[in-house]
């Protein structure tokens, strides 16, 4: 699996967003992601393959050194923005922090399926993509109301600002099913 995504590795928002993932993880419903995965998405996760499946996926090979090279000449020239992370929202299966950065990251996926036709515009189940943060996932039904409660209290907190100077690409392999190290690969933001 592999996309396109902007990391958030200020360390004065990640403070504060560990601090309401440890908050909602003491609730005992919930299990958090680590911060490193911590990463707003701007183009939904491609599947790649070295098999034969059904549908059709691509290669990993060729679509990582070709999407690193088109990715980078897509956006180079964009320049940094300003992203802003304020409030906690849930979806189904997880409790998000949400980032605001005037449409940016919408306009820099748009760049990139430009630049590559064959990229998703939306996540594998249907659903359109939808800017975020993703802390923690649910690990217990029957808890929830802890969770919305807190989700609740921390709806407009503000977890600070910080700037954009690169995306990356990330490639997360699996070998039976299970996950191996991801890799990541940096797209400067070089722009005036």
């Known amino acids: 699996m592999a996309g396109f995504v902007i990391p958030v590795d200020d360390a004065a928002v990640r403070r504060r967003l560990q601090e309401v993932a440890k908050r909602l993880e003491a609730t005992g419903a919930t299990t958090a992601f680590p911060p490193d995965y911590w990463h707003i998405t701007i183009v939904p996760p491609v599947l790649l ?15 990582i050194s070709e999407a ?51 990229l998703p515009e939306r996540y594998l189940d249907g659903h359109d993509l939808l800017p975020h943060i993703s802390l923690t996932q649910y690990a217990r039904d029957d808890r929830l109301e802890e969770i919305v409660e807190l989700v609740q209290r921390e709806r407009e907190t503000d977890f600070g600002r910080f700037r954009v100077h690169r995306l990356e690409l990330y490639v997360l392999p699996q070998h039976e099913g299970a996950p191996g190290r991801v890799e990541k690969h940096e797209l400067p933001l070089e722009g005036p």
């Open 49 to 63: 393959t070295n098999g034969n499946p059904d549908p059709p996926r691509l290669l990993p090979e060729p679509f």
């Open 68 to 118: 690193l090279e088109k990715g980078r000449r897509a956006v180079g020239g964009l320049g940094p923005f300003e992203v802003a992370v304020r409030g906690l929202n849930t979806f189904r299966e997880v409790v998000v922090a949400v980032p605001y950065d005037g449409g940016r990251g919408l306009e820099l996926g748009g760049v990139l399926r430009s630049a590559m036709p064959e």
